[in-house]
């Protein structure tokens, strides 16, 4: 570990050292975040999965730097350009910026004006102006005479002050102290300019909004970043992001031009050239890339929380479902499911004429009599409100709850390689149907199996950095999986491959140690299974469940490591473990402070005593159904000033998107939200929320629906 990391991040986080130096040893020990934020509480003073992710990235950068520096280094060494100066102002270089200004000047190029000027031997001259412009010994233009040397490019004295100005102007652009003056006036100046290109107003209608527009850059919002970069890329807007022009070229004047006389006049001309040509172009590139690195993290957190609320949407647990992936023409795919998922019985209904629907009824009946449900999922795409309403209006044996389910990524599971390693031998429109169903009983166990960005949260997603995404999504699927934990019994290889310390191939191996020996009957015997060695097993024991087994505790978030702990409170209480988890009387009696050593300390303790209360609990919330106005299924039967039921599907920058069960989510704008004032729209809603909305317009033209959460709204 770097000291000099460490008191950097501890000064940027405003953490104490020791946590983030705590933090950095865990991490270098092959820890992950959710078992150092669970089970090493102490060893950080209780930091949190955020805190512990912003403390690991931010250490990959310093890292990166560092190797980037290295090679800036040695480069420089090699070319013999390396002084004391430079090196030392190459290691306190704190960020990437400052490093690459140092270096540019040095940096290798393609052979530029500049550089050809220089071969043609106008380097002296180049400095006999900078010398006028400062202040020296007066420039007279016949000294350029001297330089003139037809055999080498330079017929006159014209050519020859054009050559200085050249170098000058380079000279002036990669200057490090002029680089950093001007990406502070780009920062706090810069303005996004917008405008349509020639022939693309029809074709770019959708970004009739940014035709004209212009906006200061540092006030722009991510969301609309991001959407003027997905036009420019369509072709139909073209954009900048620079300060006014006169701005930027005083800044090179002011740094090169402190006397007047003609050798000023050339190195005021070099600095214009300089900025337009070679500075500005850099900086604008630079700015655009900050303000998208700052819209992809922000279009990235948007994203992350709706997965985060997506996949800890309520489960339905552990009952019999029929599910129905609604369908027009191809039918209405019907499965049976038990209550751990298996696909017991399949059939197709056809709905979309009478004797369809007799023939339909009959179906379903009869598979509820053989396989009893206590709930029916029915997928929410095409035909979904109206096979919805169907079973509603049919007296179903066993009178199960009858609930929309999301279809989003449901036939991307349908066709992938996990669906077709689960259902060898059914097609996709059953594979389709079993996720449904399966979403319903256990959504984090289910879509798990798909790629987070098909689940129809977030905005822009498709627009940014993939690393970014990809780190972030799978840092929000690690979380929530071990937050619930795992039962290790009857969990896919997907949702196990996401469990602290098992990687695809361990879990794979877990599955097959599992179906070759039978359940697991106890924790311990997890280190049986090939290659799960006691790294591993560390890492992952605490988040792995097993309900029924030898150890109570097995079936708890109590990691092996406390095991004795808990035996010790229970010998002192001259009972059982099982005593004590079934006794509250017991636990009460427990004093955590007489427990505190080198093994736990107080919230390890206290996190142990909650689990004891609640041995297994899940976090989820309980689940609730939903029905929709069953006189409403398009929008075309929508009116302004009607109040609906809604489920929040999305939840965005600049407000959320409300299911009203017309297949066509209407948005309820940031601003109405709330009575209140709603900066965050997360702060107000969250994907899968139950909500009571008012219409406040349809527009049938343009398939779009306005919606207000507000009490009283002015519609």
């Known amino acids: 570990m770097n000291p000099r990391h460490i008191a950097l991040l501890a000064e940027e986080t405003k953490l104490r050292p020791e946590q983030v130096r705590a933090a950095a040893e865990l991490f270098s020990q092959g820890c992950t975040i959710p078992f150092i934020a669970r089970y090493r509480k102490e060893a950080t003073d209780c930091l949190d999965e955020v805190a512990l992710a912003t403390v690991r990235d931010r250490l990959e950068q310093m890292e990166e730097l560092d190797k980037r520096r290295e090679a800036v280094l040695a480069s420089l060494e090699e070319r013999g350009l390396l002084t004391e100066d430079l090196k030392a102002a190459l290691e306190g270089a704190a960020s990437k910026a400052r490093l690459e200004d140092l270096y540019l000047p040095f940096r290798p190029?393609?052979?530029?004006?500049?550089?050809?000027?220089?071969?043609?031997?106008?380097?002296?001259?180049?400095?006999?102006?900078?010398?006028?412009?400062?202040?020296?010994?007066?420039?007279?233009?016949?000294?350029?005479?001297?330089?003139?040397?037809?055999?080498?490019?330079?017929?006159?004295?014209?050519?020859?002050?054009?050559?200085?100005?050249?170098?000058?102007?380079?000279?002036?652009?990669?200057?490090?102290?002029?680089?950093?003056?001007?990406?502070?006036?780009?920062?706090?100046?810069?303005?996004?300019?917008?405008?349509?290109?020639?022939?693309?107003?029809?074709?770019?209608?959708?970004?009739?909004?940014?035709?004209?527009?212009?906006?200061?850059?540092?006030?722009?919002?991510?969301?609309?970043?991001?959407?003027?970069?997905?036009?420019?890329?369509?072709?139909?807007?073209?954009?900048?992001?620079?300060?006014?022009?006169?701005?930027?070229?005083?800044?090179?004047?002011?740094?090169?031009?402190?006397?007047?006389?003609?050798?000023?006049?050339?190195?005021?001309?070099?600095?214009?050239?300089?900025?337009?040509?070679?500075?500005?172009?850099?900086?604008?590139?630079?700015?655009?890339?900050?303000?998208?690195?700052?819209?992809?993290?922000?279009?990235?957190?948007?994203?992350?929380?709706?997965?985060?609320?997506?996949?800890?949407?309520?489960?339905?647990?552990?009952?019999?479902?029929?599910?129905?992936?609604?369908?027009?023409?191809?039918?209405?795919?019907?499965?049976?499911?038990?209550?751990?998922?298996?696909?017991?019985?399949?059939?197709?209904?056809?709905?979309?004429?009478?004797?369809?629907?007799?023939?339909?009824?009959?179906?379903?009946?009869?598979?509820l009599l053989r396989h009893p449900a206590e709930a029916v999922a029915v997928g929410n795409g095409t035909g979904g409100r109206e096979a919805e309403d169907f079973l509603r209006e049919l007296d179903l044996p066993g009178n199960p709850v009858v609930v929309s389910v999301s279809e989003q990524g449901a036939s991307v599971y349908s066709a992938s390689e996990a669906a077709r390693e689960e259902f060898p031998d059914q097609d996709v429109t059953v594979r389709g149907s079993v996720s449904i169903g399966r979403r319903l009983q256990d959504p984090l166990a289910e879509l798990v199996k798909i790629d987070p960005k098909s689940l129809g949260v977030?905005?822009?997603?498709?627009?940014?950095?993939?690393?970014?995404?990809?780190?972030?999504?799978?840092?929000?699927?690690?979380?929530?999986?071990?937050?619930?934990?795992?039962?290790?019994?009857?969990?896919?290889?997907?949702?196990?491959?996401?469990?602290?310390?098992?990687?695809?191939?361990?879990?794979?191996?877990?599955?097959?140690?599992?179906?070759?020996?039978?359940?697991?009957?106890?924790?311990?015997?997890?280190?049986?299974?090939?290659?799960?060695?006691?790294?591993?097993?560390?890492?992952?024991?605490?988040?792995?469940?097993?309900?029924?087994?030898?150890?109570?505790?097995?079936?708890?978030?109590?990691?092996?490591?406390?095991?004795?702990?808990?035996?010790?409170?229970?010998?002192d209480l001259d009972c059982s473990v099982g005593d004590l988890l079934a006794d509250r009387s017991l636990r009460e009696r427990i004093d955590p402070n007489r427990y505190v050593g080198p093994e736990a300390g107080l919230p390890t303790l206290r996190d142990i005593l909650t689990e004891l209360d609640k041995p297994g609990r899940d976090p989820r919330r309980a689940f609730e159904p939903l029905a929709f106005d069953p006189n409403l299924r398009t929008l075309e039967d929508l009116a302004p000033g009607m109040t609906l039921p809604g489920v929040v599907t999305n939840v965005t920058a600049f407000g959320a998107f409300v299911d009203v069960g017309v297949h066509q989510d209407g948005l309820v704008h940031l601003s109405h939200l709330s009575d209140k004032y709603v900066k965050d729209p997360s702060e107000a809603v969250r994907p899968g929320q139950r909500v009571s909305v008012t219409v406040l317009g349809v527009d049938l033209p343009r398939r779009r629906l306005s919606l207000s959460m507000k009490k009283n709204p002015r519609v």
């Not at 990406?183 to 810069?190: P, Q, S």
């Not at 019985?345 to 004797?355: G, I």
């Open 109 to 367: 190029k393609r052979r530029t004006r500049a550089l050809i000027a220089q071969e043609r031997g106008l380097a002296p001259l180049a400095d006999r102006l900078l010398e006028a412009a400062s202040g020296g010994r007066p420039f007279d233009p016949g000294e350029a005479e001297t330089f003139v040397a037809p055999e080498k490019g330079v017929p006159d004295r014209e050519e020859a002050l054009a050559g200085a100005r050249d170098i000058v102007a380079e000279r002036a652009a990669e200057n490090p102290k002029a680089r950093g003056i001007l990406r502070g006036l780009f920062v706090r100046r810069g303005e996004v300019r917008s405008r349509v290109a020639k022939g693309k107003e029809e074709e770019g209608a959708k970004y009739r909004d940014y035709f004209d527009w212009t906006e200061p850059a540092r006030s722009a919002p991510p969301h609309r970043i991001l959407a003027l970069l997905r036009g420019e890329k369509e072709g139909v807007l073209s954009l900048s992001f620079r300060p006014p022009q006169e701005e930027g070229q005083r800044v090179l004047e002011g740094l090169f031009v402190a006397a007047p006389g003609a050798g000023a006049d050339q190195v005021r001309a070099a600095c214009r050239d300089g900025y337009d040509r070679l500075a500005a172009p850099s900086m604008e590139t630079e700015l655009r890339n900050v303000l998208k690195a700052l819209a992809d993290r922000k279009s990235v957190e948007v994203f992350a929380r709706n997965v985060r609320e997506v996949l800890l949407d309520s489960p339905l647990g552990q009952r019999a479902v029929l599910a129905v992936d609604p369908g027009v023409r191809t039918g209405c795919k019907l499965t049976c499911l038990d209550p751990q998922g298996r696909l017991l019985a399949s059939e197709v209904v056809y709905l979309h004429t009478p004797r369809g629907r007799e023939e339909g009824a009959r179906t379903i009946r009869d598979l």
């Open 458 to 571: 977030g905005q822009y997603q498709h627009d940014v950095d993939p690393k970014l995404l990809r780190q972030s999504l799978d840092d929000v699927v690690v979380s929530c999986v071990n937050a619930v934990g795992v039962e290790v019994n009857s969990a896919s290889r997907q949702l196990l491959s996401y469990v602290s310390g098992l990687s695809p191939a361990l879990a794979a191996q877990v599955v097959a140690f599992r179906e070759a020996s039978g359940p697991f009957r106890t924790r311990q015997d997890l280190k049986k299974v090939p290659r799960l060695g006691p790294k591993a097993f560390q890492q992952a024991a605490g988040f792995l469940r097993i309900r029924g087994g030898a150890d109570p505790l097995d079936g708890s978030a109590v990691h092996p490591e406390h095991y004795p702990l808990v035996d010790r409170m229970a010998r």
